[in-house]
């Protein structure tokens, strides 16, 4: 239990060590893992620089996932009509120097979180992602298949002894 403890928060450190402005974000497709990101800090191409930052969530296993999106940012504002994740629109809130950004989405990775607005001076955002795999039919299928084999074993088991 520590091991999976410890190796889950060098996952969130590592991820917080990357920030760029157009970068990768690596995921884990446990549920119960935080995966966060930061925004870039680098003076040469800072954040929402040219009105757009791109984040592409990878390192997931092919299949169906669904995938929540939450940033909350100071100094900055986000465009929600044309900020986007894989094509799907987000929502955004601003109250002061404080906005918000959230979108969630079903597809199959890699995920492109597209954002847009314009930064001020001091600009920072963060987020967190959260993923969770969506069961494909065959699962439930082979589920209930594995369960009428069961009962039919069961049964053959009870006439054979009476």
Same mark, same amino acid.
């Given at each position: 239990?520590? @091991?999976?403890?410890?190796?889950?928060?060098?996952?969130?450190?590592?991820?917080?060590?990357?920030?760029?402005?157009? !970068? #990768?974000?690596?995921? =884990? =497709?446990?549920?119960?893992?935080?995966?966060?990101?930061?925004?870039? !800090?680098?003076? #040469?191409?800072?954040?929402?620089?040219?009105?757009?930052? $791109?984040?592409?969530?990878?390192?997931?296993? &092919?299949?169906? *996932?669904?995938?929540?999106?939450?940033?909350?940012? !100071? +100094?900055?504002?986000?465009?929600?009509? /044309?900020?986007?994740? %894989?094509?799907?629109?987000?929502?955004? *809130?601003?109250?002061?120097?404080?906005?918000?950004?959230?979108?969630?989405?079903?597809?199959?990775? &890699?995920?492109? #979180? +597209?954002?847009?607005?314009?930064? @001020? =001076?001091?600009?920072? *955002?963060?987020?967190?992602? /959260? $993923?969770?795999?969506?069961?494909? &039919?065959?699962? *439930?299928?082979?589920?209930?298949?594995? @369960?009428? $084999?069961?009962?039919?074993?069961?049964?053959?088991?009870? %006439? %054979? !002894?009476?």
């Amino acid at each position: 239990m520590k @091991l999976k403890l410890f190796v889950a928060s060098l996952m969130a450190a590592a991820s917080f060590s990357a920030m760029a402005a157009d !970068q #990768l974000v690596i995921l =884990d =497709d446990n549920p119960l893992a935080n995966n966060f990101f930061v925004s870039n !800090q680098s003076p #040469l191409d800072g954040v929402l620089s040219g009105g757009s930052d $791109v984040i592409t969530f990878g390192g997931l296993a &092919p299949g169906l *996932y669904e995938i929540v999106v939450t940033i909350s940012g !100071q +100094n900055l504002s986000f465009d929600g009509v /044309t900020s986007n994740l %894989n094509g799907t629109a987000g929502s955004t *809130y601003g109250a002061g120097k404080f906005h918000f950004f959230g979108v969630e989405h079903s597809g199959t990775s &890699p995920f492109v #979180l +597209n954002l847009f607005g314009t930064a @001020l =001076d001091g600009a920072k *955002y963060s987020g967190e992602v /959260t $993923v969770t795999a969506v069961p494909e &039919p065959a699962t *439930y299928g082979m589920l209930l298949g594995g @369960l009428g $084999v069961l009962g039919f074993l069961a049964r053959r088991k009870k %006439n %054979n !002894q009476a």
